[in-house]
């Protein structure tokens, strides 16, 4: 069938319209801070195979999680057996998920008895349950300590609500309310996928939309493939490190990738990587798939549509027991750490091939808090802050200060938010003198943040990186600074956070963080005078 290309580029736009209604839908009507303000969910649409077909503007590592999330649920519940207004719900790593905060939702969209595609909608839930208030602890050694498990299950049959498994997540949660309110935004945000491809369907018809479809991912594809065939064949290896698991707080954590480009494919090797550890800092393969999605869009034509056709020409080797496919019941829920060191690691080795490409390594640092406890009012609160670190400089600027890189997108809560719901001040936000790397072009800097609690027995979660392992300078560029954190106690102690820890905050306490920089691009004795007045103008480094 011959398809006119006006057609199908209107089509291709109006998907992605769609995806980012849900967004908006999705965003507009959650209950938590740190969707409605820290921006931590996503939306898409997928072809009736579950292949990737529009993406919204939201988080990379949810949107490539969501592929084998739609495997799993067409694997447990056969598309024959599927009727509309069905709605399918999972967030178990072991089963197609990442960690056990991302909730997947997903909705088929059957017209006229036929299934046309799927809506699905993930987010980052505030609470799980779990050993800690956030369910992102730490100090976890199985996945039994991070919370609720839930396996595909049926969330709505066909518009009838599970009412047994409300109850058993509400039963399991500390924040039982904003929970579910989450959950029905995601629900919200299917329903608009649904109700506007349907639309779309009624226009085209069903054969002629199923065409379409196949024909924006076989042009993604032939596009991603020669985008690749003009990078110079080869392999090409880079080794960085995460801090430590979470347990042994000594211990580094290596990350080797081996890159080899073909004539338009790219494979990615992670034979060297340190096993599989006792913390959290482990990665389930869809993380790892993430990763290499997000660096794939990187690295070659950002005008090229980003559907399943990109993600085609990717093989990846993830030796099993390894930090990157960990065998069950691993603990997992730090893995977006793990997964920005992934891609940065992917990006890093083709930096001598693609200088005027690749910047240099950013921070790569989403420093998270988690703070949990009975609130003075009555009732438990559970709040959460991503903290942004500095990005990479690259062969013509500087790097960008506080900005999330590495195929995480997510926004910090304002003070405003974070103190009207819960016993928190925040005292100090600001930029983090002198924590970009020298160079030519100087790296982005980290940012300094401060937080006082104010009731007591409040649990405190902190997952840091680059307190150990800067991030690199690259042709003749200055390291970034390690990212610090402190807790200084009201009886006038202080307690240097070793990148990660659970402990428990009293009235008074104070936490001070500062993320790390990004690395300097080229030698520093290049860099202009009037950029480096210009920097001591606005603070950024030292007069």
Same mark, same amino acid.
């Given at each position: 069938?011959?398809?006119?290309?006006?057609?199908?580029?209107?089509?291709?736009?109006?998907?992605?319209?769609?995806?980012?209604?849900?967004?908006?839908?999705?965003?507009?009507?959650?209950?938590?801070?740190?969707?409605?303000?820290?921006?931590?969910?996503?939306?898409?649409?997928?072809?009736?195979?579950?292949?990737?077909?529009?993406?919204?503007?939201?988080?990379?590592?949810?949107?490539?999680?969501?592929?084998?999330?739609?495997?799993?649920?067409?694997?447990?519940?056969?598309?024959?057996?599927?009727?509309?207004?069905?709605?399918?719900?999972?967030?178990?790593?072991?089963?197609?998920?990442?960690?056990?905060?991302?909730?997947?939702?997903?909705?088929?969209?059957?017209?006229?008895?036929?299934? &046309?595609?799927?809506?699905?909608?993930?987010?980052?839930?505030?609470?799980?349950?779990?050993?800690? /208030?956030?369910?992102?602890?730490?100090? !976890?050694?199985?996945?039994?300590?991070?919370?609720?498990?839930?396996?595909?299950?049926?969330?709505?049959?066909?518009?009838?609500?599970?009412?047994?498994?409300?109850?058993?997540?509400?039963?399991?949660?500390?924040?039982?309310?904003? &929970?579910?309110?989450?959950?029905?935004?995601?629900?919200?945000?299917?329903?608009?996928?649904?109700?506007?491809?349907?639309?779309?369907?009624?226009?085209?018809?069903?054969?002629?939309?199923?065409?379409?479809?196949?024909?924006?991912?076989?042009?993604?594809?032939?596009?991603?493939?020669?985008?690749?065939?003009?990078?110079?064949?080869?392999?090409?290896?880079?080794?960085?490190?995460?801090?430590?698991?979470?347990?042994?707080?000594?211990?580094?954590?290596?990350?080797?990738?081996?890159?080899?480009?073909?004539?338009?494919?790219?494979?990615?090797?992670?034979?060297?990587?340190?096993?599989?550890?006792?913390?959290?800092?482990?990665?389930?393969?869809?993380?790892?798939?993430? =990763?290499?999605?997000?660096?794939?869009?990187?690295?070659?034509?950002?005008?090229?549509?980003?559907?399943?056709?990109?993600?085609?020409? @990717? %093989?990846?080797?993830?030796?099993?027991?390894?930090? &990157?496919?960990?065998?069950?019941?691993?603990?997992?829920? /730090?893995?977006?750490?793990?997964?920005?060191?992934?891609?940065?690691?992917?990006? %890093? /080795?083709?930096?001598?091939?693609?200088?005027?490409?690749?910047?240099?390594? =950013?921070?790569?640092?989403?420093?998270?808090?988690?703070?949990?406890?009975?609130?003075?009012?009555?009732?438990?609160?559970?709040?959460?802050?991503?903290?942004?670190?500095?990005?990479?400089?690259?062969?013509?600027?500087?790097?960008?200060?506080?900005?999330?890189?590495?195929?995480?997108?997510?926004?910090?809560?304002?003070?405003?938010?974070?103190?009207?719901?819960?016993?928190?001040?925040?005292?100090?936000?600001?930029?983090?003198?002198?924590?970009?790397? !020298?160079?030519?072009?100087?790296?982005?800097?980290?940012?300094?943040?401060?937080?006082?609690?104010?009731?007591?027995? &409040?649990?405190?979660?902190?997952?840091?990186?680059?307190?150990?392992? !800067?991030?690199?300078?690259?042709?003749?560029?200055?390291?970034?600074?390690?990212?610090?954190?402190? @807790?200084?106690?009201?009886?006038? *102690?202080?307690?240097?956070?070793?990148?990660?820890?659970?402990?428990?905050?009293?009235?008074?306490?104070?936490?001070?963080?500062?993320?790390?920089?990004?690395?300097?691009?080229?030698?520093?004795?290049?860099?202009?005078?009037?950029?480096?007045?210009?920097?001591?103008?606005?603070?950024?480094?030292? *007069?």
């Amino acid at each position: 069938m011959t398809l006119d290309p006006i057609t199908v580029e209107v089509t291709r736009h109006k998907l992605e319209g769609i995806a980012n209604e849900m967004q908006s839908t999705l965003l507009r009507s959650s209950f938590s801070p740190i969707v409605k303000e820290g921006l931590d969910a996503s939306a898409g649409l997928f072809t009736a195979d579950g292949q990737t077909l529009a993406q919204a503007c939201a988080i990379p590592i949810h949107l490539a999680t969501l592929i084998p999330v739609l495997q799993k649920i067409i694997e447990v519940f056969p598309p024959a057996t599927m009727h509309p207004d069905d709605t399918y719900l999972l967030n178990d790593p072991y089963t197609g998920g990442t960690h056990l905060p991302d909730i997947a939702l997903v909705q088929p969209i059957i017209v006229d008895g036929k299934l &046309v595609a799927f809506s699905a909608a993930m987010t980052h839930h505030q609470d799980m349950g779990g050993m800690s /208030a956030g369910s992102v602890p730490t100090n !976890a050694t199985e996945i039994y300590q991070e919370g609720l498990r839930l396996p595909p299950l049926k969330f709505r049959d066909a518009g009838k609500l599970n009412e047994t498994l409300v109850a058993i997540i509400r039963q399991n949660v500390r924040i039982p309310d904003t &929970v579910m309110g989450d959950i029905n935004a995601q629900l919200a945000a299917c329903s608009i996928g649904v109700r506007r491809v349907t639309e779309l369907t009624a226009k085209f018809g069903q054969e002629t939309l199923k065409n379409l479809f196949s024909e924006l991912l076989d042009r993604s594809e032939t596009m991603t493939r020669q985008a690749l065939g003009r990078i110079p064949q080869g392999t090409y290896r880079y080794v960085d490190f995460l801090d430590n698991d979470g347990i042994e707080l000594d211990k580094p954590i290596r990350i080797e990738v081996a890159v080899t480009v073909g004539q338009s494919g790219i494979h990615i090797d992670f034979t060297g990587t340190s096993p599989q550890v006792r913390g959290p800092m482990n990665c389930v393969p869809s993380g790892s798939l993430a =990763a290499a999605c997000f660096a794939i869009r990187a690295l070659t034509d950002p005008a090229i549509p980003t559907n399943a056709g990109c993600f085609r020409p @990717i %093989s990846l080797h993830l030796p099993e027991g390894s930090l &990157v496919n960990p065998v069950e019941p691993a603990p997992v829920n /730090a893995r977006t750490s793990t997964i920005k060191r992934i891609t940065g690691c992917i990006i %890093s /080795a083709l930096a001598e091939i693609l200088p005027d490409r690749v910047p240099a390594p =950013a921070a790569g640092e989403m420093a998270l808090v988690a703070f949990g406890g009975r609130h003075p009012a009555g009732g438990n609160f559970v709040t959460g802050d991503l903290i942004a670190s500095g990005s990479g400089a690259s062969s013509v600027s500087d790097g960008v200060d506080v900005i999330e890189t590495d195929a995480t997108n997510c926004m910090n809560l304002p003070a405003e938010a974070m103190e009207m719901e819960t016993p928190i001040r925040l005292h100090r936000v600001a930029l983090r003198a002198g924590s970009g790397g !020298a160079g030519e072009f100087r790296g982005g800097l980290g940012v300094e943040r401060e937080y006082e609690v104010l009731t007591d027995n &409040v649990t405190f979660t902190h997952r840091g990186e680059r307190h150990f392992s !800067a991030a690199r300078g690259i042709f003749g560029g200055g390291d970034g600074a390690h990212g610090e954190s402190t @807790i200084l106690r009201t009886d006038g *102690s202080s307690e240097t956070i070793p990148s990660k820890i659970v402990t428990r905050l009293m009235k008074g306490d104070r936490v001070i963080l500062r993320t790390a920089g990004g690395a300097g691009y080229g030698n520093p004795a290049l860099r202009t005078a009037a950029a480096t007045t210009a920097d001591q103008a606005d603070g950024k480094i030292a *007069s």
